[in-house]
């Protein structure tokens, strides 16, 4: 029998309402707020408050009781002060918190459903606090929050702050958002030994109990929450590929690391391009790391070629994938099936492991990094790079800051500032041969947003391979003139409101045009009126 557990925060309403009902009813009081008090002068003084705090993880810590205490300070502090509030709450110091969550943890801030609950995963989910409203839940099994490894149940951060995003980012309802953290255990031993550590000590479970749980949760998700769309976050790349496949037909779904991460990064490819005086059939694309979201950047990139008229199999030959063991290649033993598709079939030399060499070998015009590895991109394969192509594209993407493949300086000086560059965390600016040089951000934060948004709205019953696609069509034209005219190839963090309007409209019309949606009334508008319609529908503190 289900055993029902009693909420922690009042059923109804929820903690964060009945607080900002009393803070409304404080500020109304005579008497309960000084004299000269005004919310706008105490937005200055918060973030005065913020920016005294010696460290980024008390930074994240002060955000998080701010936005314990007062969501709407919160997301007004986030929409004036993108670029300085998103590294604190998303990546780098995501990271960090996740790593010190044993020692930071304070209050919950989402759901933790354990192995130890299957058989009763419904009523775990009723107790949510504001389950009425929830729309939008971001899912993880903390097996690998970002390039940091196996956190178990410490992975919430990552949930709760992509969830920020998608309010922040795209105006999604802070009371619809629902974040979850599987904790099935985990392989970390330090964790594990951790008097202080949050979750189950237990080692992860086999596939088959784990199946067995996850088929449970989803069943679950769809009964208590038939609305709600699930982004699975941070999943270890096995698991990653099969439970999107597995789940993706059952609600609607997609995995930020494979989808989302594949969209950002072919909109940066397709706005990089057209800085590079070569046609597009010239480009050939070396993925550095091969798990989950290499795999599905690799996946989406080829519709970069295919698009300008290529064929499927002359696409995939312009794509090379390396893992830790080298190069990928058909008849190297032991590939994961997800690699397999890329592997190259025609290649019969000795195994390749060293990343100059296999630069001169592939002579790539792009380089990505998913690997992990910090520092990887060496001063020799950029310089290498920018013997091949008279722009190299050089993106690491890994996460946090302190896993990047190279830095932002290192690319432009050891390619002479020819490099075009974009990075998973954010980097400064530079200022090399005179010119101030930006960094670009390739992170899935550009996407899942506006995705999320439009697939909500539009009551998409599923998340479709050409919705994601058209997420990172509308991203790439994003750019405005000025952006453009500085070479960027990602738009400024501060437009993230206006650019997930734009996505969630192509992604609306591409979801009508796949007949997965489930709103007869949007498809009577005009794209400006659908336009008008997502950025009403958008929640403001
Ligand atoms: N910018 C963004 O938006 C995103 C960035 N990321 C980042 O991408 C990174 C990878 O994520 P994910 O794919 O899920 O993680 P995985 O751990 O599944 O993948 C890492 C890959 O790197 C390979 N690798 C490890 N060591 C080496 C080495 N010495 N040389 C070459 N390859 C190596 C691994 O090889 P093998 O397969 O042999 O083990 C594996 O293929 C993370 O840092 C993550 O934060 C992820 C999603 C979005
Ligand atoms: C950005 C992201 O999703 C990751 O690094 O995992
Ligand atoms: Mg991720």
């Known amino acids: 029998m289900a055993i029902v557990l009693t909420p922690y925060w009042s059923p109804e309403e929820g903690i964060q309402k009945l607080k900002l009902e009393a803070q409304a009813k404080a500020l109304a009081a005579p008497g309960l707020a000084p004299p000269?008090?005004?919310?706008?002068?105490?937005?200055?003084?918060?973030?005065?408050?913020l920016r005294s705090k010696s460290s980024p993880i008390e930074k994240y810590s002060f955000l998080a009781?701010?936005?314990?205490?007062?969501?709407?300070?919160f997301y007004r502090l986030c929409l004036e002060n993108m670029s300085e509030i998103t590294p604190i709450i998303y990546t780098p110091t995501v990271g960090e918190a996740c790593l010190q969550y044993s020692k930071i943890y304070r209050n919950p801030e989402g759901l933790f459903i354990s192995l130890k609950d299957k058989g009763r995963i419904g009523s775990i989910l009723r107790n949510w606090p504001l389950a009425k409203d929830a729309r939008i839940s971001v899912v993880t099994d903390?097996?690998?929050?970002?390039?940091?490894?196996?956190?178990?149940?410490?992975?919430?951060?990552?949930?709760?702050?992509?969830?920020?995003?998608?309010?922040?980012?795209?105006?999604?309802?802070p009371s619809s958002t629902l974040p979850i953290t599987l904790d099935v255990g985990t392989n970390n031993s330090s964790n594990l030994s951790d008097p202080l550590y949050l979750g189950l000590r237990q080692r992860r479970p086999s596939q088959e109990e784990y199946d067995a749980f996850m088929d449970e949760f989803i069943a679950e998700m769809k009964r208590v929450y038939p609305k709600v769309l699930v982004q699975f976050e941070?999943?270890?790349?096995?698991?990653?590929?099969?439970y999107l496949t597995r789940f993706r037909n059952s609600l609607p779904l997609f995995n930020d690391d494979v989808q989302g991460t594949g969209a950002v990064v072919l909109a940066g490819l397709l706005s990089a391009a057209r800085l590079v005086p070569i046609p597009r059939n010239e480009h050939r694309i070396l993925l550095f790391g091969a798990g989950s979201a290499s795999v599905g950047v690799a996946k989406q990139l080829m519709s970069f070629f295919t698009v300008a008229g290529m064929s499927e199999e002359e696409a995939r030959h312009q794509i090379w994938?390396?893992?830790?063991?080298?190069?990928?290649?058909?008849?190297?033993?032991?590939?994961?099936?997800?690699?397999?598709?890329?592997?190259?079939?025609?290649?019969?030399?000795?195994?390749?492991?060293?990343?100059s060499e296999i630069v001169q070998y592939v002579k790539p015009t792009v380089l990505l990094g998913l690997s992990t590895i910090a520092g990887a991109f060496t001063p020799d394969v950029i310089r290498l790079m920018s013997q091949n192509t008279p722009r190299p594209i050089i993106f690491p993407l890994s996460n946090p800051v302190h896993l990047s493949e190279c830095t932002f300086a290192d690319a432009l000086t050891h390619s002479?500032?020819?490099?075009?560059?974009?990075?998973?965390?954010?980097?400064?600016?530079?200022?090399?041969?005179?010119?101030r040089r930006e960094a670009g951000q390739g992170n899935n934060m550009y996407i899942f947003p506006g995705l999320g948004?439009?697939?909500?709205?539009?009551?998409?019953?599923?998340?479709?391979?050409?919705?994601?696609?058209?997420?990172?069509?509308?991203?790439?034209?994003?750019?405005?003139?000025?952006?453009?005219?500085?070479?960027?190839?990602?738009?400024?963090?501060?437009?993230?409101?206006?650019?997930?309007a734009s996505i969630a409209v192509k992604v609306i019309r591409e979801a009508q045009k796949v007949g997965v949606d489930?709103?007869?009334?949007?498809?009577?508008?005009?794209?400006a009126r659908l336009l008008e319609f997502v950025k009403r529908k958008m929640w403001n503190p």
């Open 36 to 49: 000269a008090f005004s919310l706008k002068v105490q937005l200055d003084r918060t973030l005065l408050q």
């Open 65 to 73: 009781q701010l936005k314990e205490t007062d969501v709407e300070a």
């Open 142 to 173: 903390g097996s690998r929050i970002l390039g940091l490894g196996d956190l178990g149940a410490n992975g919430m951060p990552i949930a709760v702050g992509k969830l920020s995003l998608y309010v922040a980012g795209a105006g999604i309802r």
């Open 234 to 242: 941070d999943f270890s790349s096995d698991n990653a590929f099969s």
């Open 321 to 355: 994938l390396v893992d830790s063991k080298g190069l990928v290649y058909v008849g190297r033993e032991g590939i994961a099936e997800y690699k397999m598709y890329f592997a190259r079939k025609h290649y019969t030399g000795l195994p390749m492991k060293d990343l």
């Open 416 to 435: 002479n500032g020819t490099a075009i560059f974009a990075s998973g965390s954010p980097f400064g600016r530079e200022v090399i041969g005179g010119v």
């Open 453 to 500: 948004l439009g697939a909500l709205l539009c009551r998409a019953k599923r998340v479709t391979d050409s919705m994601v696609e058209a997420s990172a069509l509308g991203l790439a034209g994003s750019l405005s003139w000025d952006e453009r005219a500085l070479e960027l190839v990602y738009p400024r963090i501060e437009r993230l409101r206006e650019i997930s």
């Open 518 to 527: 489930n709103s007869t009334d949007l498809k009577r508008m005009s794209d």
